[in-house]
């Protein structure tokens, strides 16, 4: 006989099954829409989109030297209470919190991040609260992410911590956390939200561990999940690996939009065609300065550290060990010798420095075509194999060792952290900060320069803020919404307002129709979306009592029973 | 053939007049010109030649050929074929502007009522032919007189038409010198509209005078314009053109208000960049409209920079110069829009020294000058090629303004500007080379050759730069930097920068030597131009020297003419001036004349050799025939380097004295006057050509055709 074509479902074998929800939910645990990390909860699964980790909550310490600095002296201690003289002290006005730094992690209480089935990570910045997720939540599912993604990200949460932990800080502080001490204190620490949720960076074996549950895939790989739907990676073209995601069920597609980029730079470009049709398309990781474009930032940065060497200064770019360093580096091959800078040395200091300019140039399948072209020549993909082979650019795990025997000034200098707080970037701070000759350089978009700044005051040295960020801007997520026709658009409140120091920039947000539902931190966001239709198998003994030969469909009633229907009703 | 009756009968009788009205329809735009333009000659010369008394709007009084085009464009307005409307409208506007005889009054009086109800009615679309044909009729000095009616249909024109059909006709009426007071007041009203729209839609209430009376103007359709994207841009697009159209013209009597258009324009570029919080929802709109586009930015500069010249915009200058300077710091300014900022900014700069010699207000010129400097030297490091082009050719700009200003010349010097302008004597993109050496060149006017030069204390001092620009000159692989040099050092020698005499014919002579072997024949030209500059200068320079207080007398005459002969030899100008005569570039052969014609002036002012029948071996001797024939021939320069070098010395005073005199340098200039073409564009080539045709017709029908 006719094998059945349709049957009452079995439940997903998972333990995780749950009670069939026709709607979708979004729980957004991040208020930082570049850095998200939202949990999608569609036809019984549970997924968590990034795991973005708010690294802003550092600017609030006391930057770590790595040799016991002048630094230090210039502070004197901020004299509200005598419980404070160990946790704060005050600089030009500000105070900061003496202690190791803490970031801000995603919220923990909105919903048990123990009955997450699955974690989608677009790209290597959003994946910096794994370790935090998976570690300490009882976590037992599946991390899906592109092979750079997990190599770069390792890079960076390794660099991370390699900066935090060489620098043992005895002192921990927690007492300016209470609500009423924490009144009284002065802006910003006043203003600081989410305390509770700040905690210390993890350790290695965590990372690793973190790590070890990922599973690799590839652009346009299908992947089940529990037979219930079906997620698949797109190239977002903003960094190595990046990946927009596409969960779809046979009747439902949902659209995860994290991070996308439509320059030419050096990753794969942006896969928009597969966006088309979606019911919901969640969009984050827009550009966080959209009123800077990239090329005139760029060119602004080369213009000003030309300016600085020709007149005798060194430069210093804080900076990630991975992204736009790549593309600043082949902006400079093309420019050095132009703007006769060809004698210049070019230093990038990162415990990972080395490990980040070598996976650049083997990650071949995640470039654009050209930088793919150029592997079979064979050449390199990226032209900093030529600078480090002519010397001009040399990389160095620390300052401490073969560095201190190279160093030459007038120099420029790419570091992390571009925070301040951390890493190697501390000690030019403090070496370089008195003259005005030397120029410091912000190309990272994600912390304010001046909150940067505040503990290094008063600075003589120039300070430059040209942030790079080769995200979507507003204009082209309304070109690319018009293309792509999502039925609803799901995306952050910030992105629904113009910028609150813009407020007449009424340019600066998404433009759709119909207009974008918005979510926040904390909140869990109903979709109106509601599914109409699901894909059955049918029991042959089903089949017979209804009398069905060929099969029908199942109508999800509003109160979430199924109502089975023969195409020959 | 239209200035004979035969061929007007021939063409009207028979019919070949239906196939000029076919023909006006033709796909080929060239063709249906040369159609209408015929029709035009035709009417024109129908009338003139075949009418005694003056003609009325009675079909009988008009000549038949007359009638019959009349007729034709009569039967085209009132069709239903919008071509067969713009055909006639065409032939109007060509007909308006080439005749001014009073009969085309009486042929528009016929036509008027018809041409109105196009925009009254709608009917037609062909709004710019329209306006432009109302030009041409209001231009024309028959309808001068401001009691004609054509002064009310420009009314009504400027009334029914939208802002953007109107613009180009309130333009031309605005310039009219004849035009009525209140037709004037309506068609500024037009060009004003948007830019008062804007200033009012920025600021509640408005804080300086809008730009129009509110009771002439009713700002809803230009207000519905500015309020979608597409129309707002363009709008404003084509009435800033109109704008700089006006203010560019030197003799425009028309007072425009101009602070308030100042306001307004500050307030488009202030949209643009999104720095100005619009205070009325229209505001909001026109803002969101306006970011970031090029297009307008690039117009309104173009408008501020012509209104510079206009006085009455003294209080606007501390927030003109915030947003000017806005625009050369944003990182995110366009190189187009930014090149436009520059040339703007040099502009006002030298009204605000203008302003400064009058109002001391040489502190805020000294803080605008540092700004300016400052951002000038970012700019300078751009890794945008253009962007760096741009900013040696406003560093150019501003030297040639102000540099006899102090408070300039101290800003600048105590600037990194002059050592960053040389460092870009080796940058690799040509046209950046150039415009350096440009610059270079003209700020060796306020360093090295400024009576009270200041130590820079850069790599370059004057003989550094000279030899470097010299290096350039004749190593430089482009021709873009070699010829900035050769210019450069015209203006140094002309300007008398080089030093003494002797310093001078070295510096020419090197010069010469090398540039007459370069490839590119604007090189050579200058180098000519330089031989110009420098025997002028000699001439005078040893008149001064010798005799500074009486006149030239026969015997000093002919001393300096020897002492002068002898430096033109020494600096070997005559070797390069009559190789140019053979030159393959006509423009130096022609040249090079010119400046032997000037020369042998100079040496025969009475009357030359070959007048006075010298015996043809008193110079054959010394290669003058040979030089004569030859440059017959136009093979000096071949010859030169197989067998004439040994045969005229170029370096011989006497020599040169004796070819000056003896070679026809008139019949040369004849010569190398002619066109090249000139064979090929006479009668009988025309002949030939007819000819050949007739011969073989179908192998010779392309080239004839």
Same mark, same amino acid.
């Given at each position: 006989?006719? !094998?059945?074509?349709?049957?009452?479902?079995?439940?997903?074998?998972?333990?995780?099954?749950?009670?069939?929800?026709?709607?979708?939910?979004?729980?957004?645990?991040?208020?930082?829409?570049?850095?998200?990390?939202?949990?999608?909860?569609?036809?019984?699964?549970?997924?968590?989109?990034?795991?973005?980790?708010?690294?802003?909550?550092? $600017?609030?310490?006391?930057?770590?030297?790595?040799?016991?600095?002048?630094?230090?002296?210039?502070?004197?201690?901020?004299?509200?209470?005598?419980?404070?003289?160990?946790?704060?002290?005050?600089?030009?006005?500000?105070?900061?919190?003496?202690?190791?730094?803490?970031?801000?992690?995603?919220?923990?209480?909105?919903?048990?991040?123990?009955?997450?089935?699955?974690?989608?990570?677009?790209?290597?910045?959003?994946?910096?609260?794994?370790?935090?997720?998976?570690?300490?939540?009882?976590?037992?599912?599946?991390?899906?992410?592109?092979?750079?993604?997990?190599?770069? #990200?390792?890079?960076?949460?390794?660099?991370?911590?390699?900066?935090?932990?060489?620098?043992?800080?005895?002192?921990?502080?927690?007492?300016?956390?209470?609500?009423?001490?924490?009144?009284?204190?002065?802006?910003?620490? /006043?203003?600081?939200?989410?305390?509770?949720?700040?905690? /210390?960076?993890?350790?290695?074996?965590?990372?690793?561990?973190?790590?070890?549950?990922?599973?690799?895939?590839?652009?346009?790989?299908?992947?089940?999940?529990?037979?219930?739907?079906?997620?698949?990676?797109?190239?977002?073209?903003?960094?190595?690996?990046?990946?927009?995601?596409?969960?779809?069920?046979?009747?439902?597609?949902? !659209?995860?939009?994290?991070?996308?980029?439509?320059?030419?730079?050096?990753?794969?470009?942006?896969?928009?065609?597969?966006?088309?049709?979606?019911?919901?398309?969640? $969009?984050?990781?827009?550009?966080?300065?959209?009123?800077?474009?990239?090329?005139?930032?760029?060119?602004?940065?080369?213009?000003?550290?030309?300016?600085?060497?020709?007149?005798?200064?060194?430069?210093?770019?804080?900076?990630?060990? !991975?992204?736009?360093?790549?593309?600043?580096?082949?902006?400079?091959?093309?420019?050095?010798?132009?703007?006769?800078?060809?004698?210049?040395?070019?230093?990038?200091?990162?415990?990972?420095?080395?490990?980040? $300019?070598?996976?650049?140039?083997?990650?071949?399948?995640?470039?654009?075509?050209?930088?793919?072209?150029?592997?079979?020549?064979?050449?390199?993909?990226?032209?900093?194999?030529?600078?480090?082979?002519?010397?001009?650019?040399?990389?160095?795990?620390?300052?401490?060792?073969?560095?201190?025997?190279?160093?030459?000034?007038?120099?420029?200098?790419?570091?992390?952290?571009?925070?301040?707080?951390?890493?190697?970037?501390?000690?030019?701070?403090?070496?370089?900060? /008195?003259?005005?000759?030397?120029?410091?350089?912000?190309?990272?978009?994600?912390?304010?320069?001046?909150?940067?700044?505040?503990?290094?005051?008063?600075?003589?040295?120039?300070?430059?803020?040209?942030?790079?960020?080769?995200?979507?801007?507003?204009?082209?997520?309304?070109?690319?919404?018009?293309?792509?026709?999502?039925?609803?658009?799901?995306?952050?409140?910030?992105?629904?307002?113009?910028?609150?120091?813009?407020?007449?920039?009424?340019?600066?947000?998404?433009?759709?129709?119909?207009?974008?539902?918005?979510?926040?931190?904390?909140?869990?966001?109903?979709?109106?979306?509601?599914?109409?239709?699901?894909?059955?198998?049918?029991?042959?003994?089903?089949?017979?009592?209804?009398?069905? /030969?060929? #099969? #029908?469909?199942?109508?999800?009633?509003?109160?979430?029973?199924?109502?089975?229907?023969?195409?020959?009703? | 053939?239209?200035?004979?009756?035969?061929? @007007?009968?021939?063409?009207?009788?028979?019919?070949?007049?239906?196939?000029? =009205?076919?023909?006006?329809?033709? +796909?080929?735009?060239?063709?249906?010109?040369?159609?209408?333009?015929?029709?035009?000659?035709?009417?024109?010369?129908?009338?003139?030649?075949?009418?005694?008394?003056?003609?009325? %709007?009675?079909?009988?009084?008009?000549?038949?050929?007359?009638?019959?085009?009349?007729?034709?464009?009569?039967?085209?307005?009132?069709?239903?074929?919008?071509?067969?409307?713009?055909?006639?409208?065409?032939?109007? %506007?060509?007909?308006?502007?080439?005749?001014?005889?009073?009969?085309?009054?009486? &042929?528009?009086?016929?036509?008027?009522?018809?041409?109105?109800?196009?925009?009254?009615?709608?009917?037609?679309?062909?709004?710019?032919?329209?306006?432009?044909?109302?030009?041409?009729?209001?231009?024309?000095?028959? =309808?001068?007189?401001?009691?004609?009616?054509?002064?009310?249909?420009?009314?009504?024109?400027?009334?029914?038409? %939208?802002?953007?059909?109107?613009?180009?006709?309130?333009?031309?009426?605005?310039?009219?010198?004849?035009?009525?007071?209140?037709?004037?007041?309506?068609? &500024?009203?037009?060009?004003?509209?948007?830019?008062?729209?804007?200033?009012?839609?920025?600021?509640?209430?408005?804080?300086?005078?809008?730009?129009?009376?509110?009771?002439?103007?009713? +700002?809803?359709? *230009?207000?519905?314009?500015?309020?979608?994207?597409?129309?707002?841009?363009?709008?404003?697009?084509?009435?800033?053109?109109?704008?700089?159209?006006?203010?560019?013209?030197?003799?425009?009597?028309?007072?425009?208000?101009?602070?308030?258009?100042?306001?307004?324009?500050?307030?488009? @570029?202030?949209?643009?960049?999104?720095?100005?919080?619009?205070?009325?929802?229209?505001?909001?709109?026109?803002?969101?409209?306006?970011?970031?586009?090029?297009?307008?930015?690039?117009?309104?500069?173009?408008?501020?920079?012509?209104?510079?010249?206009?006085?009455?915009?003294?209080? &606007?200058?501390?927030?003109? =110069?915030?947003?000017?300077?806005?625009?050369?710091?944003?990182?995110?300014?366009?190189?187009?829009?930014?090149?436009?900022?520059?040339?703007?900014?040099?502009?006002?700069?030298?009204?605000?020294?203008?302003?400064?010699?009058?109002?001391?207000?040489?502190?805020?010129?000294?803080?605008?000058?540092?700004?300016?400097?400052?951002?000038?030297?970012?700019?300078?490091?751009?890794?945008?090629?253009?962007?760096?082009?741009?900013?040696?050719?406003?560093?150019?700009?501003?030297?040639?303004?102000?540099?006899?200003?102090?408070?300039?010349?101290?800003?600048?010097?105590?600037?990194? *500007?002059?050592?960053?302008?040389?460092?870009?004597?080796?940058? +690799?993109?040509?046209?950046?080379?150039?415009?350096? *050496?440009?610059?270079?060149?003209?700020?060796?006017?306020?360093?090295?050759?400024?009576?009270?030069?200041?130590?820079?204390?850069?790599?370059?001092?004057?003989?550094?730069?000279?030899?470097?620009?010299?290096?350039?000159?004749?190593?430089?692989?482009?021709?873009?930097?070699?010829?900035?040099?050769?210019?450069?050092?015209?203006?140094?020698?002309?300007?008398?920068?080089?030093?003494?005499?002797?310093?001078?014919?070295?510096?020419?002579?090197?010069?010469?030597?090398?540039?007459?072997?370069?490839?590119?024949?604007?090189?050579?030209?200058?180098?000519?131009? &330089?031989?110009?500059?420098?025997?002028?200068?000699?001439?005078?320079? @040893?008149?001064?020297?010798?005799?500074?207080? %009486?006149?030239?007398?026969?015997?000093?005459?002919?001393?300096?003419?020897?002492?002068?002969?002898?430096?033109?030899?020494?600096?070997?100008?005559?070797?390069?001036?009559?190789?140019?005569?053979?030159?393959?570039?006509?423009?130096?052969?022609?040249?090079?004349?010119?400046?032997?014609?000037?020369?042998?002036?100079?040496?025969?002012?009475?009357?030359?050799?070959?007048?006075?029948?010298?015996?043809?071996?008193?110079?054959?001797?010394?290669?003058?025939?040979?030089?004569?024939?030859?440059?017959?021939?136009?093979?000096?320069?071949?010859?030169?380097?197989?067998?004439?070098?040994?045969?005229?010395? =170029?370096?011989?005073?006497?020599?040169?004295?004796?070819?000056?005199?003896?070679?026809?340098?008139?019949?040369?200039?004849?010569?190398?006057?002619?066109?090249?073409?000139?064979?090929?564009?006479?009668?009988?080539?025309?002949?030939?050509?007819?000819?050949?045709?007739?011969?073989?017709?179908?192998?010779?029908?392309?080239?004839?055709?």
């Amino acid at each position: 006989a006719k !094998s059945p074509i349709l049957a009452v479902p079995e439940e997903p074998s998972n333990s995780l099954s749950k009670k069939r929800n026709p709607h979708v939910e979004v729980y957004c645990l991040s208020g930082h829409p570049t850095l998200p990390c939202n949990v999608l909860k569609f036809k019984s699964t549970t997924i968590m989109l990034d795991c973005g980790l708010d690294m802003t909550s550092t $600017l609030n310490f006391l930057p770590l030297p790595l040799v016991q600095s002048n630094i230090v002296l210039y502070f004197c201690v901020f004299s509200v209470d005598v419980f404070f003289l160990q946790e704060l002290k005050e600089c030009s006005g500000h105070v900061f919190v003496d202690s190791v730094p803490e970031f801000c992690l995603p919220e923990t209480e909105l919903l048990d991040l123990s009955t997450v089935d699955v974690i989608l990570i677009s790209n290597y910045h959003c994946m910096m609260a794994l370790p935090y997720i998976t570690e300490y939540t009882g976590f037992t599912g599946t991390v899906y992410a592109t092979e750079p993604t997990v190599q770069i #990200g390792r890079l960076l949460m390794e660099e991370l911590v390699n900066s935090i932990e060489r620098v043992p800080k005895a002192q921990s502080a927690s007492m300016w956390k209470n609500k009423e001490v924490q009144r009284v204190l002065p802006a910003p620490l /006043k203003d600081a939200v989410e305390v509770s949720m700040w905690r /210390k960076c993890y350790t290695m074996p965590e990372v690793n561990a973190a790590l070890s549950k990922i599973q690799l895939v590839g652009y346009s790989q299908k992947i089940e999940l529990f037979g219930a739907v079906q997620v698949t990676p797109l190239s977002s073209g903003y960094a190595l690996g990046s990946s927009n995601w596409i969960i779809q069920s046979h009747y439902e597609k949902v !659209s995860y939009v994290s991070g996308s980029s439509l320059l030419t730079t050096h990753p794969q470009p942006m896969d928009q065609a597969s966006l088309k049709n979606s019911d919901v398309l969640i $969009l984050t990781g827009l550009t966080q300065i959209p009123t800077a474009n990239p090329d005139g930032m760029v060119g602004e940065f080369c213009s000003n550290l030309a300016m600085t060497v020709r007149n005798g200064g060194n430069v210093l770019v804080p900076c990630y060990p !991975s992204g736009v360093i790549y593309d600043l580096l082949e902006c400079l091959y093309q420019y050095i010798d132009s703007a006769g800078l060809s004698n210049v040395p070019f230093y990038f200091i990162s415990p990972v420095a080395n490990s980040s $300019l070598e996976f650049s140039q083997i990650f071949a399948e995640w470039l654009c075509h050209n930088k793919q072209t150029k592997v079979y020549l064979p050449e390199p993909p990226f032209p900093h194999a030529e600078l480090i082979q002519t010397n001009k650019l040399k990389h160095y795990p620390s300052i401490h060792g073969d560095f201190s025997n190279d160093f030459k000034q007038p120099c420029v200098v790419f570091t992390g952290h571009p925070s301040l707080r951390f890493g190697d970037v501390v000690h030019f701070m403090e070496l370089w900060g /008195k003259s005005s000759l030397n120029t410091v350089i912000f190309t990272e978009p994600d912390f304010s320069y001046l909150d940067a700044l505040a503990p290094y005051q008063p600075l003589a040295m120039k300070c430059v803020y040209c942030p790079i960020d080769t995200r979507l801007n507003f204009i082209q997520v309304s070109k690319l919404l018009k293309e792509v026709q999502p039925l609803h658009v799901v995306c952050p409140e910030q992105y629904t307002q113009p910028p609150p120091t813009q407020s007449h920039r009424t340019d600066l947000m998404v433009d759709c129709q119909p207009p974008p539902m918005s979510y926040r931190r904390a909140e869990v966001l109903t979709l109106p979306y509601k599914r109409r239709y699901e894909k059955i198998e049918i029991m042959p003994e089903v089949s017979n009592k209804n009398g069905e /030969k060929d #099969g #029908g469909f199942l109508l999800i009633q509003p109160n979430s029973s199924y109502c089975f229907s023969s195409p020959f009703d | 053939m239209m200035h004979h009756q035969l061929a @007007l009968r021939f063409l009207c009788d028979d019919g070949g007049i239906d196939v000029i =009205f076919t023909l006006q329809g033709d +796909p080929s735009l060239f063709v249906a010109s040369a159609a209408s333009q015929l029709l035009v000659h035709m009417l024109t010369f129908s009338v003139e030649s075949e009418t005694t008394k003056p003609l009325s %709007t009675k079909d009988g009084d008009w000549p038949a050929c007359a009638q019959m085009i009349i007729k034709h464009i009569e039967d085209s307005l009132q069709s239903s074929s919008s071509s067969h409307i713009e055909q006639s409208l065409n032939l109007l %506007t060509s007909l308006f502007g080439s005749c001014c005889d009073t009969w085309t009054e009486v &042929l528009w009086l016929g036509i008027a009522k018809q041409i109105e109800s196009f925009w009254m009615e709608e009917t037609v679309q062909a709004h710019h032919m329209l306006a432009k044909l109302l030009l041409k009729v209001a231009w024309s000095p028959v =309808f001068c007189d401001t009691e004609s009616g054509i002064w009310a249909l420009v009314t009504s024109a400027l009334e029914h038409l %939208t802002p953007v059909q109107a613009g180009p006709l309130a333009v031309g009426i605005v310039r009219h010198y004849n035009c009525p007071q209140d037709v004037r007041i309506q068609a &500024l009203t037009v060009l004003l509209q948007p830019m008062d729209c804007i200033l009012r839609a920025a600021s509640q209430p408005l804080e300086y005078a809008g730009l129009l009376d509110e009771s002439v103007s009713d +700002p809803a359709t *230009v207000e519905s314009l500015l309020s979608s994207k597409s129309s707002c841009v363009n709008l404003l697009c084509q009435t800033l053109a109109h704008l700089e159209e006006l203010l560019s013209q030197m003799r425009f009597s028309v007072d425009l208000p101009y602070t308030s258009l100042l306001h307004s324009l500050t307030t488009i @570029l202030q949209f643009c960049n999104g720095f100005l919080r619009p205070a009325s929802p229209l505001g909001s709109t026109i803002s969101r409209n306006l970011i970031n586009c090029f297009r307008v930015q690039r117009s309104a500069l173009d408008v501020l920079a012509a209104l510079s010249e206009k006085k009455a915009c003294d209080t &606007l200058l501390g927030s003109l =110069f915030d947003v000017l300077l806005a625009y050369l710091e944003s990182p995110n300014t366009n190189p187009t829009v930014l090149k436009k900022t520059f040339q703007a900014t040099s502009k006002w700069l030298v009204r605000l020294r203008e302003l400064s010699c009058s109002n001391s207000q040489w502190q805020q010129t000294e803080k605008i000058l540092e700004d300016v400097f400052l951002v000038l030297q970012k700019r300078l490091c751009s890794p945008c090629w253009e962007v760096r082009d741009s900013s040696l050719e406003f560093l150019t700009d501003l030297i040639k303004s102000l540099r006899d200003q102090d408070e300039f010349r101290q800003s600048l010097l105590s600037s990194e *500007v002059p050592r960053l302008t040389e460092d870009l004597l080796e940058d +690799p993109e040509s046209y950046v080379r150039a415009s350096a *050496v440009t610059a270079v060149g003209h700020l060796a006017f306020i360093t090295y050759f400024a009576p009270e030069s200041p130590a820079t204390g850069n790599q370059y001092n004057k003989e550094n730069t000279v030899a470097k620009l010299h290096e350039i000159l004749s190593t430089d692989t482009e021709g873009f930097p070699r010829r900035a040099v050769i210019s450069i050092f015209n203006k140094w020698v002309r300007e008398g920068c080089i030093g003494q005499l002797e310093d001078t014919e070295q510096f020419v002579s090197r010069v010469i030597q090398t540039v007459k072997h370069d490839l590119d024949w604007e090189v050579r030209l200058g180098g000519l131009e &330089l031989i110009e500059v420098f025997s002028s200068q000699t001439v005078c320079r @040893l008149c001064v020297l010798n005799c500074p207080y %009486t006149s030239v007398s026969a015997v000093t005459g002919c001393i300096h003419q020897n002492s002068s002969l002898l430096i033109f030899c020494r600096a070997k100008v005559f070797n390069f001036l009559f190789q140019s005569l053979c030159d393959c570039d006509q423009p130096l052969g022609q040249r090079a004349c010119d400046i032997l014609l000037a020369l042998r002036c100079r040496f025969y002012p009475v009357k030359t050799l070959k007048d006075s029948q010298v015996a043809e071996d008193s110079y054959a001797g010394h290669g003058i025939a040979w030089l004569q024939r030859t440059l017959r021939q136009g093979s000096l320069a071949q010859n030169i380097l197989t067998d004439g070098g040994n045969r005229v010395d =170029f370096q011989d005073p006497e020599s040169m004295l004796l070819a000056l005199g003896i070679i026809d340098l008139e019949e040369l200039h004849d010569e190398l006057n002619k066109s090249s073409d000139h064979v090929e564009k006479s009668p009988q080539s025309l002949l030939q050509d007819i000819l050949a045709s007739v011969g073989t017709i179908e192998e010779n029908e392309a080239d004839c055709y």
